[in-house]
């Protein structure tokens, strides 16, 4: 069992930054890839970043660039350092842990981000 925390979500102008933090407590060491996703009112839930154990590291082609997923396990805690925010990055951002088996699945309650003058 795993719990998963986001936090560092507000209101941001755009061209601001945010930084997300996701604090993971539990059976942590099942999971293999962090990752974190967004859900805008309407819109599917999307991929943003992930960051398997190891490094190489992926993006979504809208954050390339400016936003970068980090991964401290000593801490057990992932990042997401939003830069050059936009108002379509508005969204709910989830936090999400995967592991090899398909029950190895696990979401926090989400953090809110709003890019907005």
């Known amino acids: 069992q795993v719990q998963l925390v986001e936090s560092g979500g507000g209101l941001v102008q755009p061209g601001g930054s945010l930084r997300l933090s996701c604090a993971a407590s539990g059976s942590i060491f099942s999971i293999l890839t962090m990752g974190w996703y967004r859900q805008a009112p309407g819109k599917e839930r999307e991929l943003v970043a992930a960051?398997?154990?190891?490094?190489?590291?992926n993006y979504a082609d809208s954050v390339k660039g400016r936003f970068t997923i980090s991964r401290d396990n000593t801490k057990n805690t992932v990042y997401l350092q939003m830069n050059s925010l936009k108002p379509e990055d508005s969204a709910v951002y989830y936090c999400?842990?995967?592991?090899?088996?398909?029950?190895?699945?696990?979401w926090g309650r989400g953090t809110q981000v709003t890019v907005s003058s």
């Open positions: 960051i398997p154990r190891g490094g190489s590291t």
């Open positions: 999400n842990g995967k592991g090899i088996n398909v029950e190895s699945d696990y």
